[in-house]
């Protein structure tokens, strides 16, 4: 694999950028979690070579958030477990909010070389609707949180056009198949339940869109790189943007959400989170 596509290692340099974000949380008392996303599987197009690297960095950080006593969940960080699709969720909050975990490349992989959905897959896609109406019914807020986005603007888009790269790098690109037929599956099941969140990264952007389907969509792909787009670009995907959208260019930053009652607030941290912004304020009826 090209060096630009390697995942944690336990080598100086990944556990150096591993702990880098550990350390994030040194201070920090209350609950964190960790999903996999497509480096952390080393790009693996096979599920058994890229377990191997998964479960290797799964440990190494579920051993060292175990000795950070402020945590409240050390034994339960890493979501999905083993390298399974999820969804795994926990309830927050006296049961108000419900974080909902999906490992969105285990998804994508299997369809790298396959051209249907295997029965495991189309349980998952029921068991996700499951676990949402469930909450759903009880008036929780819910996130579902991911690593690939499935509503996005910007270059991810373009991975295609470069026959040059391999399936498993193309396979970032929300136009291949197993990624497109996976934005559909889950976008039906999030069109049930208006007002939810999906919040993820992947693309090294800051976006927000609201949907008229009242769908919250976040990506908070800008923590440590961001992609330097020229101002043609930017100007290029930015001028069609309607009020309840928003894209944010070459600049670190991430989201927060606050659940008040009914109300909801999506606030934006930039210019690597020294500034701050209202992006949203929503209440569900």
Not at 28 to 41: L, M, R, S, T, V
Not at 172 to 179: A, H, L
Request: proline residues 5%; glycine residues 6%.
């Amino acid at each position: 694999i090209p060096a630009g596509f390697k995942g944690f290692d336990s080598s100086r340099v990944t556990i150096k950028k591993v702990r880098s974000q550990l350390s994030i949380l040194d201070n920090y008392k209350g609950y964190a979690y960790f999903i996999p996303g497509n480096h952390d599987w080393w790009n693996r197009p096979t599920y058994e070579k890229g377990k191997r690297k998964l479960a290797m960095e799964e440990s190494f950080i579920e051993e060292n958030l175990k000795k950070n006593t402020n945590i409240a969940n050390p034994d339960n960080v890493f979501l999905p477990k083993n390298g399974n699709y999820g969804p795994e969720f926990v309830d927050l909050n006296h049961q108000t909010i419900r974080i909902i975990f999906i490992d969105t490349y285990r998804i994508i992989q299997t369809g790298i070389k396959k051209n249907k959905i295997p029965e495991e897959e189309k349980l998952f896609y029921n068991r996700l609707d499951s676990v949402i109406k469930d909450g759903y019914t009880l008036k929780e807020k819910i996130v579902v949180v991911a690593h690939h986005p499935v509503h996005v603007a910007g270059p991810y888009n373009n991975l295609l056009k470069h026959p040059y790269l391999f399936a498993r790098i193309k396979a970032s690109s929300p136009d291949f198949p197993s990624y497109k037929m996976m934005i559909s599956n889950i976008n039906s099941i999030l069109y049930r339940y208006p007002g939810i969140y999906y919040a993820s990264g992947h693309a090294h952007t800051l976006q927000y869109f609201f949907t008229k389907d009242s769908i919250h969509y976040i990506i908070s792909g800008a923590g440590s790189k961001e992609k330097m787009l020229s101002e043609k670009d930017i100007k290029k995907y930015n001028q069609s943007l309607s009020p309840n959208e928003y894209l944010l260019w070459n600049s670190g930053g991430f989201f927060e959400i606050e659940f008040q009652g009914k109300a909801s607030k999506t606030l934006l941290y930039y210019d690597n989170g020294s500034k701050k912004c209202l992006i949203h304020d929503y209440t569900n009826q």
